[in-house]
């Protein structure tokens, strides 16, 4: 089974820090991705890498940076933590390829609340 | 832009009942389609892939409809255990990327 693992279920920061969120896979896929999930706004991709120290922006970037210096291991980084960046932040893991082969594997979530 | 639209629900069902959810797409070069669910408060799995030809997976029926560019969902005989959000996922043609509706909420009572 693929597990994908993140390293907190609920964070509380404040304004202004710089907040990390891990995401560690275990089944060797080369494609990872970070997504925030809002009420009425469903799941929007924020970046995704799909190789080591690769990454590309997804369709809301803003505000975050990602990195990958290992292929089990995926981070975001918000530089600056700001109210309207408090979500779920979902990260994901998947083979490349299509067809079917792109199946997302998916973590627990992260339930960030910005002060 | 929509890109991939589901009538968000909820649908309240009766234990038992059959209920079909439908989904659009604008892309029609789109490669891949999935159903996913998610129960509150938890990740998105997949259920099942949408082939051209149809295919079920034991009470769950989807459908894949290119010129129309929709996909539905049938769910027959449906149990408690079934309430769930129900994610219609669309690989557009980025290697890869995926595009996910916001999601159709079932809630079967008893």
């Known amino acids: 089974d693929v597990k994908v693992t993140q390293s907190s279920r609920y964070l509380v920061k404040r304004t202004g820090e710089k907040v990390f969120l891990e995401c560690v896979q275990d089944m060797d896929h080369e494609n990872m991705f970070w997504y925030r999930q809002d009420p009425g706004l469903g799941l929007r991709l924020i970046y995704f890498s799909y190789d080591v120290k690769m990454k590309e922006k997804g369709d809301i970037p803003e505000g975050y940076s990602v990195s990958r210096e290992k292929k089990e291991r995926f981070s975001l980084i918000l530089e600056s933590a700001s109210t309207n960046q408090t979500s779920m932040y979902l990260c994901?893991?998947?083979?490349?390829?299509?067809?079917?082969?792109?199946?997302?594997?998916f973590g627990p979530g992260t339930r960030l609340l910005v002060l | 832009r929509k890109e991939v639209e589901q009538d968000p629900g909820p649908f309240n069902v009766p234990e038992g009942a059959t209920v079909a959810f439908n989904c659009t797409y604008s892309?029609?070069?789109?490669?891949?389609f999935f159903w996913y669910r998610q129960d509150c408060r938890k990740e998105p799995k997949l259920l099942m892939s949408v082939y051209s030809s149809g295919n079920e997976d034991g009470r769950f029926t989807a459908q894949l409809n290119r010129a129309s560019q929709y996909i539905s969902l049938l769910i027959r005989d449906s149990k408690l255990s079934d309430s769930a959000t129900y994610l219609c996922?669309?690989?557009?043609?980025?290697?890869?990327?995926?595009?996910f509706g916001k999601g159709t909420m079932l809630l079967v009572s008893p």
């Open positions: 892309n029609s070069a789109s490669q891949s």
């Open positions: 994901a893991s998947s083979f490349p390829g299509t067809g079917g082969a792109e199946t997302q594997y």
């Open positions: 996922v669309v690989n557009m043609g980025g290697y890869s990327t995926l595009t």
